[in-house]
């Protein structure tokens, strides 16, 4: 069956948000160039609910479920 974000990252995520789903709660508002590139590349590119591809990035893999919109370079 279909396996939601949350489900699967709560699974298979080593990060302390896999207690949460996943979820990083909301990004402070940080001057572009503050993220690492690619995370930011991804956050910019994604619409609400969009979720990105892998994002290989030197503190590791992520993959960005965008579920608000306040973030606005």
Same mark, same amino acid.
């Given at each position: 069956?279909?396996?939601?974000?949350?489900?699967? !990252?709560?699974?298979?995520?080593?990060?302390?948000?896999?207690?949460?789903?996943?979820?990083?709660?909301?990004?402070?508002? $940080?001057? +572009?160039?503050?993220?690492?590139?690619?995370?930011? !590349?991804?956050?910019y590119s994604l619409q609400i609910g969009e979720m990105s591809d892998v994002v290989d990035t030197d503190s590791g893999? $992520?993959? +960005?479920?965008?579920?608000?919109?306040?973030?606005?370079?």
């Open positions: 069956g279909t396996k939601t974000f949350e489900e699967i !990252a709560s699974n298979f995520s080593d990060c302390s948000s896999a207690g949460f789903g996943g979820d990083l709660g909301e990004l402070p508002s $940080l001057p +572009v160039g503050d993220l690492h590139p690619k995370l930011e !590349a991804a956050l893999v $992520l993959i +960005v479920l965008r579920t608000k919109s306040d973030y606005d370079p």
